[in-house]
């Protein structure tokens, strides 16, 4: 009788065992899919500039970060801390960055353990000296390190995603958007998004009207792009940083493209001076594509 019952213990306890280590595994399984599912581009703050999609960290470390004139460019136009994060934590999946009036924001489909990963092998060494603050809003938890000039570099994860920014208020926008769902989107960024080469490091694209894009004619006009978003796949070739994007073709404004490249190049150059930019235009299927890469001024 005893036996029997310690039997039924037994079996009790193996059946428990057994349900928590499903639950566990089937609780994790969740977590993966949530984080597998998330499409970083429906998270994207309003109102943005410029938006660059790192399809490949760890190549974009290796590659283009560790070069000092490429790293300088990257590091010109947004916090370096967040380079510090890509190259320090080569195992980051895809992530975005979006590029705003008020600052720029980082967004990567990371689980607590990936986290826990950045805070230790950059957060915790770059603001060391910091205690870090939390703040939990609606149902999210936000930390917030201290760091010079009265600053503050603020983060949360939330639903396999970690988003961080120095702007408390485009954190908490994009925080607002997570939980309503609530896309913004636009129909010219996803045809864009869809458009680009997923196999090349990266990819941006960027508000026509913030490059100044246009071509002087004869008569004393000016032929500009307007009111639309460009993009191109940035990659490297021969140890240069290269760009490969592309226009629909018009046969009306057949002889403006190629300058239209050069103003283009001459823009590129105008916002990073360590480069040469070198711009080819050709034309193919009712396309007009642009192909440039950068070669830095010292050599």
Same mark, same amino acid.
């Given at each position: 009788?005893?036996?029997?019952?310690?039997?039924?213990?037994?079996?009790?306890?193996?059946?428990?065992?057994?349900?928590?280590?499903?639950?566990?595994?089937?609780?994790?399984?969740?977590?993966? %899919? +949530?984080?597998?599912?998330?499409?970083?581009?429906? &998270?994207?703050?309003?109102?943005?500039?410029?938006?660059?999609?790192?399809?490949?960290?760890?190549?974009?470390?290796?590659?283009?970060?560790?070069?000092?004139?490429?790293? !300088?460019?990257?590091?010109? %136009?947004?916090?370096?801390?967040?380079?510090?994060?890509?190259?320090?934590?080569?195992?980051?999946?895809?992530?975005?960055?979006?590029?705003?009036?008020?600052?720029?924001?980082?967004?990567?489909?990371?689980?607590?353990?990936?986290?826990?990963?950045?805070? %230790?092998?950059?957060?915790? %060494?770059?603001?060391?000296?910091?205690?870090?603050?939390?703040?939990?809003?609606?149902?999210?938890?936000?930390?917030?390190?201290? !760091?010079?000039?009265?600053?503050?570099?603020?983060?949360?994860?939330?639903?396999?995603?970690?988003?961080?920014?120095?702007?408390?208020?485009?954190?908490?926008?994009?925080?607002?958007?997570?939980?309503?769902?609530?896309?913004?989107?636009?129909? !010219?960024?996803?045809?864009?998004?869809?458009?680009?080469?997923?196999?090349?490091?990266?990819?941006?694209?960027?508000?026509? !009207?913030?490059?100044?894009?246009?071509?002087?004619?004869?008569?004393?006009? +000016?032929?500009?792009?307007?009111?639309?978003?460009?993009?191109?796949?940035?990659?490297?070739?021969?140890?240069?940083?290269?760009?490969?994007?592309? &226009?629909?073709?018009?046969?009306?404004?057949?002889?403006?493209?190629?300058?239209?490249?050069?103003?283009?190049?001459?823009? &590129?150059?105008?916002?990073?001076?360590?480069?040469?930019?070198?711009?080819?235009?050709?034309?193919?299927?009712?396309?007009?594509?642009?192909?440039?890469?950068?070669?830095?001024?010292?050599?």
């Amino acid at each position: 009788m005893k036996a029997d019952k310690r039997e039924i213990v037994t079996f009790v306890i193996a059946a428990l065992a057994t349900l928590v280590a499903v639950w566990f595994f089937l609780g994790k399984m969740q977590k993966e %899919k +949530e984080t597998v599912r998330t499409d970083l581009y429906t &998270l994207v703050a309003p109102a943005s500039e410029a938006i660059l999609s790192v399809n490949r960290p760890a190549a974009f470390a290796k590659y283009i970060l560790s070069r000092k004139p490429e790293r !300088d460019a990257f590091a010109s %136009k947004m916090p370096d801390i967040y380079l510090s994060i890509i190259q320090n934590n080569r195992n980051l999946p895809w992530l975005l960055l979006s590029f705003h009036p008020q600052g720029v924001v980082l967004y990567a489909q990371a689980g607590n353990s990936l986290v826990s990963q950045i805070e %230790k092998n950059t957060l915790q %060494k770059t603001f060391g000296s910091f205690a870090p603050q939390k703040q939990k809003r609606d149902g999210i938890t936000f930390t917030y390190y201290p !760091d010079a000039g009265n600053r503050f570099f603020g983060y949360y994860q939330h639903g396999g995603v970690w988003v961080a920014s120095y702007s408390k208020k485009l954190l908490e926008e994009v925080a607002q958007i997570q939980r309503n769902r609530h896309s913004y989107l636009l129909p !010219d960024q996803d045809r864009l998004r869809r458009s680009f080469d997923k196999n090349a490091p990266l990819n941006l694209m960027v508000q026509a !009207d913030s490059l100044d894009l246009y071509v002087a004619l004869p008569d004393s006009t +000016e032929w500009r792009i307007r009111n639309r978003w460009l993009g191109a796949d940035l990659f490297m070739n021969e140890n240069h940083l290269c760009y490969f994007g592309n &226009l629909p073709y018009n046969a009306t404004t057949d002889s403006l493209y190629a300058p239209l490249g050069d103003t283009l190049a001459l823009r &590129l150059e105008q916002a990073f001076p360590q480069f040469e930019v070198s711009n080819q235009t050709t034309q193919e299927e009712g396309r007009v594509f642009y192909t440039g890469c950068f070669t830095p001024t010292d050599q």
